[in-house]
């Protein structure tokens, strides 16, 4: 029977439902959701058959993360992470690696980030340096989802040789001289475990790089961003569904006892338009995801176009959403139960992580004004 990922995200969200308060307020890294989605084969998702993995497509996976952020945004983040991550090592990646992801004991992320180039990810000033057999590698990143957690770590450092961007490793956690600094203590997605890690002199065997050396851009390029913003994309829609559903409930649901007939928040029309906004600005913003998705799959003259757009729009979109929720949903809605301050709070990090809202706003712009991209 083929593998059905729709129903492994449905039995993973459940899991997730159960665990995501707990993980928002302790900052607890989503480990039951993990457990589940490994357990149901989500961590192979994306991994060739002959590796044992389910050979799923990027709109599964869209699917799945879409499906996991309706219930717990940090678990979907750890998921994106790892998709992205799953996504460079199906190209580029050791065998074994590849096995070990299929079968739920690899999970992988981007460790992209730097304090020096901040959320410019396409210039990383962290350096390799071969040493023999091995490579030596000097970085600060700045955040890692699941630092803590991540079998290994996508890692971009400049070339070894030449001018070009970067170059593309396979960093295991547990490398020497590798240090995770810090905890993350962040106002939202509070369970992504996304930390500081310096390397200080750290040696890997050489073999683990993931393509050729300098070529990191064209990966980051080619293969990490499409799959990146569609997830991205995934996980702000997820979180809108979700204040949709729990702000439609609340306004349903409250009602004043001294008017006639105990009328609700609903009856009044204000509250009415601002839910059919939302209502209207998620339909959008999955209406060009899912546009995107077959954009890509159908190799569209606008699929890039398509990408670029869609992590900004989506983003945005749940930025005024999960505004508008806390408005219907007045001062009920500082309150944890109502179920809407969480999504406010993880919606927010889906247009400051690299490549942000406004420079994809920048890129767009330069696309359709016919300037390059890059310069
Ligand atoms: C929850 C979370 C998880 C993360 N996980 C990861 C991860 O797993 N791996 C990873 O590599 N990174 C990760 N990041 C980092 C993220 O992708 C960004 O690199 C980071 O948030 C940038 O922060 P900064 O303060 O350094 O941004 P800055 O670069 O200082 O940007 C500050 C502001 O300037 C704007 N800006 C910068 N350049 C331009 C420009 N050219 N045009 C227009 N505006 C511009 C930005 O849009 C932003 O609003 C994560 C971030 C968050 C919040």
Known sequence: MPYDALAAAEATALVAREHSQAVDANAQFPTATLAAARDHGLLGLLTAPEFGGHGGTLRDAALVVERLARECGSSAMVLTMHYAGTAVIEAHGPHAVRRAIAAGQHLSTLAFSEAGSRSHFWAPTGTATAVGDQVQL??????????????????????????????LWLVPRDTQALATTAGYDGIGLRGNDSAPVAAKGARIPSHLRLG??????????????PTFCTLIAAGSIGLMEATVAATAAHASGSRYAHLAQGNALADLPTIRAHVARMRIATDQARTLWLDTITALETQRADAMLRVLEVKAACAEAALAVVDTGMRVCGGQAYRREVGVERRFRDARAASIMAPTSDQLFDFLGKAVCGLPLFG
Request: with cysteine; glycine share 14%.
């Open 138 to 167: 000097d970085a600060q990143k700045s955040w890692i989802t699941s630092a803590h957690h991540a079998t290994a770590y996508v890692w971009s450092s400049r070339p070894c040789q030449g001018s070009e961007a970067s170059t």
């Open 212 to 225: 050729p050396d300098g070529g990191g851009f064209g990966i980051m390029m080619g293969t990490v961003l």
